[in-house]
C-alpha cells in the first residue's frame, strides 16, 4: 500500500489556503468599512473570519498588507466590468451607460461605497490605490468623452477635464456621501434610488453637456 507523502507542517493545502484568504478578505472588508482601518485590529479580522490572527501574517504580511488585498479584491472586479465594457461606454449614449453601471454597482456592493470613502476623502492609507484604480477608469473615461465630442454628443467647448470629474461625482456622490444624503437629505440610498439616480443623472448629463 502506497503512502501520502506528508504535508508540510504549517502550510494549509491550496483549497483550504483559499479558502481562508477569501474568508479574511471578506471580514476585513466589512470591518473597514464600518470601522475604517486605524480602528480594526487583525484581531479582530481573524476572529471574524475565524482563524487565529497568525493567520493574518500568513497570507499578508501585515494590516497594510491585507488594506491593499482588500481594494484588490473589491475593486479590480468593478474595473474589469467597466473594462469590459469599453465598447458600449464609448459608443453612442455610453457615458450614460457608464453612470448607469457605476451607481448601480455602488447600490448593490453596499461596503465598496464606505471603502472608497475611507481611501479617498479619509486619506486610509494606500498610495497603491490611487496609482493603479482610479487611473485605469480614468483613461476610459477621457476617451470615451473625447468620442462623445468628435461625435457631437457633447459641446466641443466644454472643458473635457471638468466633463470627467462631473461624471464621476455624479455617479459617486449619493453613495460615497450617503449618511448625509440620508440623514440631511431624508433620501434613502438604495437599488431603486439608483436606478431613479442613473435615468436622473444621465438627463441632467446630457441636457447640461450638449451643444
Same mark, same amino acid.
Given at each position: *500500500?502506497?503512502?501520502?507523502?506528508?504535508? @508540510?507542517?504549517? @502550510?494549509?493545502?491550496?483549497?483550504?489556503?483559499?479558502?481562508?484568504? &477569501?474568508?479574511?478578505?471578506?471580514?476585513?472588508?466589512?470591518?473597514?468599512?464600518?470601522?475604517?482601518?486605524?480602528?480594526? &485590529?487583525?484581531?479582530?479580522?481573524?476572529?471574524?473570519?475565524?482563524?487565529?490572527?497568525? *493567520?493574518?501574517? %500568513? %497570507?499578508?504580511?501585515?494590516?497594510?498588507?491585507? $488594506?491593499?488585498?482588500?481594494?484588490?479584491?473589491? =475593486?479590480?472586479?468593478?474595473?474589469?466590468? *467597466?473594462?469590459?465594457?469599453?465598447?458600449?461606454?464609448?459608443?453612442?449614449?455610453? /457615458?450614460?451607460?457608464? /453612470?448607469?453601471?457605476?451607481?448601480?454597482?455602488?447600490?448593490?456592493?453596499? $461596503?465598496?461605497?464606505?471603502? /472608497? %470613502?475611507?481611501?479617498?476623502?479619509?486619506?486610509? !492609507? &494606500? +498610495?497603491?490605490?490611487?496609482?493603479?484604480?482610479?487611473?485605469?477608469?480614468?483613461?476610459?473615461?477621457?476617451? +470615451?468623452?473625447?468620442?462623445?465630442? =468628435?461625435?457631437?454628443?457633447?459641446?466641443?467647448?466644454?472643458?473635457?477635464?471638468?466633463?470627467?470629474? &462631473? /461624471?464621476? +461625482?455624479?455617479?459617486?456622490?449619493?453613495?460615497?456621501?450617503?449618511?448625509?444624503?440620508?440623514?440631511?437629505?431624508?433620501?434613502?440610498?438604495?437599488? +431603486?434610488?439608483?436606478?431613479? $439616480?442613473?435615468?436622473?443623472?444621465?438627463?441632467?448629463?446630457?441636457?447640461?453637456?450638449? !451643444?
Amino acid at each position: *500500500m502506497s503512502r501520502k507523502p506528508p504535508s @508540510r507542517v504549517g @502550510r494549509p493545502a491550496e483549497d483550504r489556503r483559499l479558502e481562508v484568504r &477569501s474568508q479574511l478578505i471578506e471580514a476585513a472588508r466589512e470591518l473597514f468599512a464600518l470601522q475604517g482601518f486605524e480602528a480594526v &485590529s487583525l484581531r479582530a479580522v481573524a476572529d471574524a473570519a475565524g482563524v487565529t490572527p497568525a *493567520m493574518v501574517h %500568513y %497570507y499578508f504580511g501585515d494590516k497594510h498588507g491585507l $488594506w491593499v488585498a482588500v481594494l484588490e479584491d473589491t =475593486l479590480e472586479g468593478v474595473l474589469q466590468g *467597466m473594462l469590459a465594457a469599453r465598447e458600449d461606454i464609448e459608443g453612442p449614449g455610453g /457615458l450614460g451607460i457608464y /453612470l448607469q453601471r457605476h451607481t448601480q454597482t455602488l447600490a448593490e456592493k453596499t $461596503w465598496l461605497a464606505p471603502l /472608497l %470613502y475611507r481611501e479617498v476623502v479619509l486619506g486610509q !492609507p &494606500s +498610495a497603491e490605490f490611487m496609482r493603479r484604480f482610479p487611473e485605469r477608469l480614468r483613461q476610459l473615461l477621457a476617451g +470615451a468623452i473625447e468620442k462623445a465630442r =468628435l461625435r457631437g454628443e457633447i459641446a466641443a467647448d466644454l472643458d473635457a477635464e471638468l466633463l470627467l470629474l &462631473s /461624471l464621476i +461625482a455624479t455617479a459617486v456622490f449619493p453613495h460615497v456621501f450617503r449618511p448625509l444624503v440620508e440623514r440631511v437629505l431624508d433620501v434613502k440610498v438604495n437599488r +431603486a434610488f439608483a436606478q431613479r $439616480w442613473a435615468v436622473h443623472a444621465q438627463r441632467m448629463f446630457y441636457r447640461g453637456a450638449q !451643444p
